[in-house]
């Protein structure tokens, strides 16, 4: 079945520790996002690649990175300098950046700060 | 004005009732339109796309006033399934990326 992978499922980050949040698709998407939401609130985006080896950052940039390296992969880091990561991650992909199709979505990973 | 606003919510109805979701937006330049629901701590899945002349799946039916800038859902005969977020999701003109709503959080009751 073709979809987008995100792992871990839930991931729990010391203060001053970097993580990295997975995000695999199989769907031959050109296109791949991260957006972060937090309860009550609506998805913002982090950053966005819309083909290998090039990506933006998005409306909330600040204390995150990525990479494209392939196109199927598009991997987010939080650094220590994202001083309020604690929200749940939702990647997703589009088969192009002009069309009308909507994004899919993987099923989220879930960033606690302990 | 907020590039996607809707109905602040939460709406509880009967199960039966027929609901509306209302939503607006900015961007005169938007192409692309669509309806998202999300359940409780679960990704957001494409409900229906929606079209100009307005459209229809089953007990859903969307609309696009283009002049208004404005977009609606209609459920009819809710079910109980029904129950969860549904997401204003419009694209930013030429970039393409999508800007989604904060939603409105339905709840059907028996």
């Known amino acids: 079945d073709g979809g987008i992978t995100q792992s871990p499922k839930y991931l729990f980050r010391k203060e001053g520790q970097n993580v990295t949040l997975s995000c695999e698709q199989n769907?031959?998407?050109?296109?791949m996002y991260w957006y972060r939401q937090d309860p009550g609130q609506g998805l913002r985006l982090i950053y966005y690649s819309q083909i290998v080896n090039d990506f933006q950052k998005g409306d909330i940039a600040e204390g995150y990175s990525v990479s494209r390296e392939k196109k199927e992969s598009f991997p987010l880091t939080v650094t220590s300098a994202q001083k309020n990561p604690t929200a749940f991650y939702l990647c997703a992909s589009r088969i192009g950046t002009l069309q009308p199709y909507g994004y899919t979505f993987g099923s989220g990973t879930r960033l606690t700060v302990v | 004005r907020k590039e996607v606003e809707q109905d602040p919510g939460p709406f509880n109805v009967p199960e039966g009732a027929t609901v509306a979701f209302n939503c607006t937006y900015s961007?005169?330049?938007?192409?692309?339109f669509f309806w998202y629901r999300q359940d409780c701590r679960k990704e957001p899945k494409l409900l229906m796309s929606v079209y100009s002349s307005g459209n229809e799946d089953g007990r859903f039916t969307a609309q696009l006033n283009r002049a208004s800038q404005y977009i609606s859902l209609l459920i009819r005969d809710s079910k109980l399934s029904d129950s969860a977020t549904y997401l204003c999701?419009?694209?930013?003109?030429?970039?393409?990326?999508?800007?989604f709503g904060k939603g409105t959080k339905l709840s059907v009751k028996p």
């Open positions: 961007n005169s330049a938007s192409q692309s």
């Open positions: 999701v419009v694209n930013a003109g030429s970039q393409g990326n999508l800007i």
């Open positions: 769907l031959n998407h050109d296109a």
